[in-house]
């Protein structure tokens, strides 16, 4: 089912909280104005923070299909955009050769007909859809080259495509655009002024709290605060790399499966590995490291709350 794009901040903030996706204000702003303008929004922020999310709940919430191009080291056209069905093309040569005459005569005009297109996702994106265009989500836009971001300025500009024995494909209407990055590297900044841009940080304790609840609801209340309390405690160390949302609910599903009703140090020494990803940064917290931080933990919320 179709619904309509939301028509004011709040409305965008339910949208989102529909999809069981809990944002901050400045958040939801963003992503309105970026609908309501029909300009694409990028997105920048580590990894695991929920930007790839977005994408994932604008379309489900808003009855879209969702187009996904994710991005690595050496896309190019062929795999983004648009390819030639070369087997197609050939079988249809041999078929004209071997028929003669009038078949060879149109072949050079009827061998780059859009029958043996190959539609990859940007190409796919601004093709006509009765449920209203898609969302085309640009993923880790960081890991591609910078030729193929130079490639993309068309797109995100005129919302066109130009294929050189065809002519150039546009949108009836623009897709919904959203282009995340983890800031491997920079973005040029052609690219970014196409877009509006919101860097997603990391929540704090009070909406982190509240994305455990929202996506594992029944998780013990003493387990879910010591949980945010000690993620929260981690970001603030020296670590190679942080813990981001997506490793904070790994571990709440970790510990709940394994019928923890409360964090001890054993238990954390023993599921380190669904939240740090690097031997070293575990090696730097098991042990008095992690207990220590159990302790202030703990310590904090046996305290009054006023």
Not at 87 to 113: N, S
Not at 268 to 293: R, V
Request: proline letters at 5%.
């Amino acid at each position: 089912m179709t619904h309509e794009l939301p028509a004011s901040i709040d409305a965008t903030t339910a949208l989102l909280e529909a999809g069981d996706y809990v944002a901050d204000r400045s958040l939801a702003t963003a992503l309105y104005l970026a609908l309501s303008l029909g300009r694409p929004l990028f997105l920048e922020g580590e990894a695991g923070v929920g930007k790839t999310e977005i994408a994932k709940v604008l379309s489900q919430a808003l009855g879209r299909r969702l187009v996904r191009l994710q991005c690595y080291e050496g896309l190019d056209v062929a795999s983004a955009v648009y390819e030639w069905n070369y087997q197609r093309q050939m079988l249809e040569i041999r078929l004209a050769e071997a028929a003669g005459g009038a078949e060879r005569a149109g072949l050079a005009a009827g061998i780059f007909d859009e029958r043996f297109l190959i539609r990859r996702p940007l190409l796919q994106a601004l093709e006509p859809d009765a449920a209203g265009p898609p969302v085309l989500l640009i993923d880790e836009l960081d890991r591609t080259d910078e030729p193929f971001e130079a490639y993309l300025l068309e797109v995100l500009s005129d919302f066109q495509i130009t294929i050189p024995e065809l002519g150039t494909i546009k949108a009836d209407q623009p897709p919904i655009v959203i282009i995340t990055s983890n800031r491997t590297r920079e973005i040029h900044d052609a690219l970014k002024r196409r877009c509006f841009y919101h860097w997603v940080d990391y929540p704090n304790a009070e909406r982190e709290l509240a994305i455990i609840r929202v996506r594992l609801p029944g998780v013990e209340d003493r387990l879910s605060r010591q949980i945010v309390a000690f993620v929260q405690e981690l970001r603030r160390r020296d670590l190679f790399k942080l813990p981001g949302v997506a490793e904070t609910l790994d571990w709440t599903r970790a510990l709940t499966t394994l019928d923890t009703l409360e964090l001890s140090p054993g238990m954390i020494n023993d599921t380190l590995g669904t939240l740090l990803k690097y031997q070293d940064d575990i090696m730097k917290m098991q042990g008095s490291e992690a207990a220590k931080i159990l302790s202030e933990v703990n310590v904090r919320l046996s305290a009054p709350r006023g």
